[in-house]
């Protein structure tokens, strides 16, 4: 079982937005491509408590039902917690995995929506749900 440490929660519309992190388990060397020149300092710098090997995960709830997530592995904070990469937004890949996680969310609501009518209340409103 996985800990996951929480770096912001807050509210989106009719969502609670929860982003937190993990530390990844895949060691580096199998995570970069021959380009990265610097594993093993890098990999030294992680054993050493400087930088962090982790996961990013975003999740968007709906009265305490997780209904859409976006997770990023094997990000690299270096010189920083995943806390202060994360916050200031993994150049660039937090807006992408809200939106995908929000965009999750929305559609899985909206089935659900459409499911509850049906089971419920006897009525099928013509959506197609998967």
Not at 54 to 62: E, H, K, L, S, T
Not at 68 to 75: A, F, I, K, V
Not at 79 to 106: F, K, N, V
Request: proline residues 2%.
């Amino acid at each position: 079982m996985r800990y996951w440490h929480e770096v912001k929660r807050f509210k989106k519309d009719q969502f609670t937005v929860v982003w937190d992190w993990t530390y990844e388990d895949a060691p580096l060397d199998s995570m970069f491509d021959a380009s990265i020149f610097d594993i093993e300092d890098m990999a030294d710098r992680c054993n050493r408590y400087v930088d962090t090997h982790y996961i990013a995960r975003v999740r968007f709830f709906y009265d305490g039902a997780e209904m859409g997530s976006s997770t990023l592995g094997s990000c690299y904070a270096r010189d920083c917690d995943p806390e202060d990469d994360m916050l200031s937004g993994i150049s660039g890949y937090m807006a992408d995995m809200m939106e995908e996680a929000e965009s999750e969310a929305r559609e899985r609501c909206v089935e659900m929506l459409e499911n509850l009518k049906k089971d419920f209340l006897g009525i099928d409103t013509g959506v197609e749900t998967v």
